[in-house]
T-cell receptor, first 114, second 113 residues
């Protein structure tokens, strides 16, 4: 089945460590997104990429980095510079040519800093 | 707009009644507005969208209304069922193609039996 796969589902990290969250899609979508969600709150945009080898900062990009070397993959690295990284991270994709806002989401990765 | 620092408001509805969830958006230049449903621990799922040149769109048991004058969006759910319990988010697509998609603050819908 086509979809978006995020891994790992749960991740624990010690302070000062970088961690990379994986996001893979087999929907042949052009655009991919990373959002952060804190408990009881909405989704905030970290980074997005409209095409391979190109990406833009969202509203809360500080302390995060991304790459888009392949169309199917958009990994997110949470660096030690991110002061409060414990959150639920959601990856999404968009076809890019349908002129709608429909995003397809993965099941999320929950990061906890110990 | 963003939901930084805000906790989700809650709407409690009797099973079988209609639910109306409201959202204020920030950018009058946005082209598309979308409603998503998020169940606990899962990623959001698309419900319905509406283009900025429309003021109403209907789906199965759902209706979205757009008032551009006051930058307000609403989602109406008819005959609310227990399975409708979730958090509902509105989102706006800033441009006509996939670009910066921003989510609103969200509303938690709970159903009373």
């Amino acid at each position: 089945d086509g979809g978006i796969t995020q891994s790992p589902k749960y991740l624990f990290r010690k302070e000062g460590q970088n961690v990379t969250l994986s996001c893979e899609q087999n929907l042949n979508h052009d655009a991919m997104y990373w959002y952060r969600q804190d408990p009881g709150q909405g989704l905030r945009l970290i980074y997005y990429s409209q095409i391979v080898n190109d990406f833009q900062k969202g509203d809360i990009a500080e302390g995060y980095s991304v790459s888009r070397e392949k169309k199917e993959s958009f990994p997110l690295t949470v660096t030690s510079a991110q002061k409060n990284p414990t959150a639920f991270y959601l990856c999404a994709s968009h076809q890019g040519r349908t002129n709608t806002g429909e995003l397809f989401f993965g099941e999320g990765s929950r990061l906890t800093v110990l | 707009g963003e939901s930084v620092g805000l906790h989700l408001p809650t709407l409690s509805v009797q099973e079988g009644d209609n639910s109306i969830i409201n959202c204020a958006y920030s950018n009058s230049a946005s082209d598309y507005f979308i409603w998503y449903k998020q169940e606990s621990g899962k990623g959001p799922q698309f419900i319905i969208d509406i283009r900025s040149n429309m003021d109403k769109r209907q789906g199965q048991r759902v209706t979205v209304l757009l008032n551009k004058t006051v930058k307000h969006l609403s989602l109406q759910i008819a005959a609310t069922q227990p399975g409708d319990s979730a958090v509902y988010f509105c989102a706006e697509n800033m441009h006509s193609s996939a670009s910066k998609i921003i989510f609103g603050s969200g509303t938690r819908l709970s159903i009373r039996p």
